[in-house]
């Protein structure tokens, strides 16, 4: 039974037709015991009256930043800390913009800027709109901070599409904001990660290294920290902020990643290897810088740890998630390192689109089978990755 007993939910309504929706989402919402006060656009009013809203909350609905009337009973500053949740549903492409530009020129707009409370947003828009570079941006930018994407769903869709854009079902919308007051899927779980690329010096000035952006690993950081887990990031060199939460240890060779994933790996229950370690390091490191003098040199290379694999040979009973970027035989090639490297669960994808992109699509393979993950940015596949790891750390213990 869905309880949200005491909690304060601010239900911000944008101009969508799943707007009607939010009659039976306030209901759902009351029901489960929690305080709803709703802010609406004007173009959602022209979807679902403000009477029904305030019939169905119980309080009067805000509409305007500079209603003196409203302002006098609960000022929009007041609203803003008021909340324990505010829920964006449903959220038009226009207002996703806006958001992620951080305007603030309406009551809604101005709400989320001031709000310290969590911010959940339940996209509802067409499916080429959904689809459009621009608003797929705007999505990554919000979960970057941190804010939670619910959906959308797939099918139907009013303009007679069918396709990604529909706003999630209301008991869906409720279920998942009730999930944020439970503690996170990963609470109480220490989680290993290594990202980005690895340097094998050359010399002191050169190395050889890869393409490796890192973004998937902090994606994956980030998220399993909102889930609740204790998060060690072992990282190549990056150009990307430490999110909040995570305890980063910066390495450059394979050999140091190697040394610090082995460090802190003992108490924990999930390593994740994302890191692009290069395969190969050179024999000898030039103490001095090379010169330029023959017209051919030779680089004589030897094998470097496989870091995965050694974790997961030490017997730590830890469960193992490993990545493979390939460029052909993407399921087949990613299947085989799955068993060689003795791993739990690998997602594989397609190398060449995924370097430095904010987009990926993998298939999960398993001992159960494989599960294609259709294209989302990372973040969002980083939470799909981690309900994956978190059912299977389920399993594993019961
Ligand atoms: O490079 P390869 O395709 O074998 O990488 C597959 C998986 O193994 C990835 O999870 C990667 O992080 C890991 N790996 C590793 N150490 C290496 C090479 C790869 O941990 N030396």
């Given at each position: 039974m869905l309880s949200?007993?005491?909690?304060?939910?601010?239900?911000?309504?944008?101009?969508?037709?799943?707007?009607?929706?939010?009659?039976?989402?306030?209901?759902?919402?009351?029901?489960?015991?929690?305080?709803?006060?709703?802010?609406?656009?004007?173009?959602?009013?022209?979807?679902?009256?403000?009477?029904?809203?305030?019939?169905?909350?119980?309080?009067?609905?805000?509409?305007?930043?500079?209603?003196?009337?409203?302002?006098?009973?609960?000022?929009?500053?007041?609203?803003?800390?008021?909340?324990?949740?505010?829920?964006?549903?449903?959220?038009?492409?226009?207002?996703?913009?806006?958001?992620?530009?951080?305007?603030?020129?309406?009551?809604?707009?101005?709400?989320?800027?001031?709000?310290?409370?969590?911010?959940?947003?339940?996209?509802?828009?067409?499916?080429?709109?959904?689809?459009?570079?621009?608003?797929?941006?705007?999505?990554?930018?919000?979960?970057?901070?941190?804010?939670?994407?619910?959906?959308?769903?797939e099918g139907e869709q009013a303009c007679g599409d069918v396709g990604l854009g529909r706003m999630l079902e209301p008991d869906e919308l409720a279920n998942a904001c009730a999930g944020l007051f439970t503690p996170g899927q990963l609470a109480g779980r220490k989680i290993v990660i290594t990202g980005g690329p690895t340097r094998?010096?050359?010399?002191?000035?050169?190395?050889?290294?890869?393409?490796?952006?890192?973004?998937?690993?902090?994606?994956?950081?980030?998220?399993?920290?909102?889930?609740?887990?204790?998060?060690?990031?072992?990282?190549?060199?990056?150009?990307?902020?430490?999110?909040?939460?995570?305890?980063?240890?910066?390495?450059?060779?394979?050999a140091e990643m190697l040394q610090a994933a082995q460090h802190n790996v003992g108490d924990a229950d999930v390593f994740i290897g994302v890191a692009a370690v290069a395969d190969y390091r050179p024999e000898l490191v030039a103490k001095e810088k090379i010169k330029k003098q023959a017209d051919e040199m030779q680089l004589r290379l030897v094998r470097n740890p496989d870091i995965i694999s050694e974790i997961a040979a030490s017997g730590s009973g830890l469960l193992m998630v490993g990545f493979a970027a390939e460029t052909e035989n993407v399921v087949h090639n990613g299947r085989e390192k799955l068993a060689k490297k003795n791993l739990d669960l690998l997602f594989a994808n397609e190398a060449t689109a995924t370097f430095n992109s904010d987009h990926i699509e993998v298939t999960a393979i398993s001992a159960e089978g494989e599960q294609a993950l259709p294209a989302a940015n990372k973040h969002l596949m980083a939470r799909k990755m981690l309900e994956l790891i978190a059912a299977k750390l389920k399993t594993r213990n019961t």
């Open positions: 949200l007993t005491n909690k304060r939910i601010l239900l911000g309504i944008t101009g969508g037709i799943a707007a009607y929706k939010c009659a039976e989402l306030t209901r759902l919402f009351t029901k489960a015991g929690a305080e709803v006060r709703v802010a609406m656009t004007r173009a959602a009013t022209e979807f679902i009256t403000p009477l029904t809203m305030q019939a169905l909350s119980g309080n009067r609905v805000h509409l305007d930043l500079l209603d003196s009337e409203a302002e006098a009973a609960m000022g929009h500053i007041e609203l803003a800390r008021w909340a324990d949740l505010v829920l964006i549903a449903p959220a038009t492409a226009d207002f996703i913009a806006r958001m992620s530009q951080g305007q603030a020129d309406d009551i809604l707009t101005t709400l989320v800027l001031a709000t310290a409370a969590p911010i959940a947003v339940a996209p509802a828009m067409n499916q080429a709109m959904w689809g459009d570079s621009g608003t797929q941006a705007n999505v990554a930018a919000l979960a970057q901070r941190n804010y939670h994407i619910f959906g959308p769903a094998e010096a050359i010399d002191p000035v050169r190395f050889i290294s890869n393409h490796s952006s890192g973004k998937m690993a902090y994606a994956l950081a980030a998220e399993a920290v909102q889930a609740g887990a204790q998060v060690v990031l072992v990282s190549g060199p990056v150009h990307l902020d430490t999110p909040e939460g995570v305890t980063r240890l910066d390495v450059e060779s394979a």
